[in-house]
């Protein structure tokens, strides 16, 4: 029989932790087995409306399928964007569909917790501040899933609506570490060991000369080509990862753009996150090293987050 997991029955039952090893297997898995992963076919719409079908084959949780949403502005609020839509996981030896989920619910936590999956390889071991550059439902599950997965001391909060920030900071609420408000994004991320760049941004908002040595930066907000959170020097400067390569070639707007100034060439993706995990691919070399997580997202991490759903 079919199950099917509605918006809260995702939030309530797809459990961090167990998300986050399903995530860290999925990753390995895409990168070492052998499997067509088709490009995400994304249709534009309209103006800031479009719609996106991503299928692909998760071979060791036995599952394949496909996401299908919309990234259309909110309802409640039109200048932030909402994921509707579907994830549906099939059988991949007998073809049954097992299961349907909300896809807007799972990809906020399972993008968390892939920004989570890379910063626990990538970040200098010990990190205890991250910033988070945004104020929408991303930049609240990724301080929700920190929060639960690592011993954050402090998290600073940027976002270019200042009533934004103290909104969001009182919707946060108590989760074990102490949550502040900057002015500027210099502010937010001056002493971030972690930073996550969570944002609509369509031109860079972190600058090279504001993030220090050592910081892990994982850049989450553009999914397309065009619009950047981070300037090209600074990808330059960066140690460049992405969840896959495939997909950051074409996709990832601001490796694209340091790319076309001159800046950098294909070698500059050093790594897909699934081989540093595996081994196979070194991640930081030194403590002083920037490195930068180009999280696209992948189908991968949504059927990753269905079977542990399904799987009670």
Request: aromatic letters at 6%.
């Amino acid at each position: 029989m079919t199950r099917f997991f509605n918006s809260d029955e995702v939030r309530i039952q797809l459990d961090a932790n167990r998300c986050f090893a399903a995530v860290r297997s999925a990753m390995v898995d895409l990168s070492t087995i052998s499997v067509a992963q088709p490009l995400r076919q994304i249709v534009p719409v309209a103006p800031g409306k479009v719609f996106a079908s991503m299928p692909g084959l998760l071979k060791g949780s036995g599952l394949v399928g496909a996401k299908i949403v919309t990234a259309f502005p909110s309802l409640e609020d039109p200048r932030r964007s909402q994921h509707r839509g579907l994830v549906a996981g099939f059988d991949d030896e007998t073809g049954v569909l097992l299961g349907v989920a909300d896809a807007g619910q799972v990809t906020l936590i399972r993008t968390a917790v892939a920004s989570a999956v890379a910063t626990r390889e990538l970040a200098c071991p010990g990190f205890k501040t991250c910033a988070i550059l945004g104020t929408g439902e991303q930049a609240l599950s990724h301080v929700r899933i920190f929060s639960e997965l690592f011993s954050i001391t402090r998290f600073t909060i940027w976002g270019r609506n200042p009533g934004a920030v103290e909104g969001f900071i009182a919707q946060a609420g108590e989760v074990g570490a102490a949550i502040e408000g900057a002015a500027t994004v210099a502010d937010a991320v001056a002493e971030a060991d972690v930073i996550c760049t969570v944002t609509s941004a369509s031109e860079p908002i972190l600058k090279t000369e504001w993030v220090r040595p050592g910081t892990h930066i994982n850049a989450i907000g553009s999914s397309f080509a065009g619009p950047r959170e981070i300037d090209s020097p600074l990808v330059a400067a960066s140690r460049f990862f992405a969840d896959c390569r495939p997909y950051a070639l074409v996709a990832a707007a601001e490796f694209l753009d340091a790319k076309e100034h001159g800046l950098v060439d294909d070698a500059h993706i050093v790594a897909e996150i699934g081989e540093v995990i595996a081994g196979t691919k070194p991640g930081r070399r030194y403590d002083e090293e920037i490195t930068l997580y180009k999280s696209l997202g992948h189908v991968v991490q949504d059927l990753a987050a269905l079977r542990c759903l399904l799987d009670g």
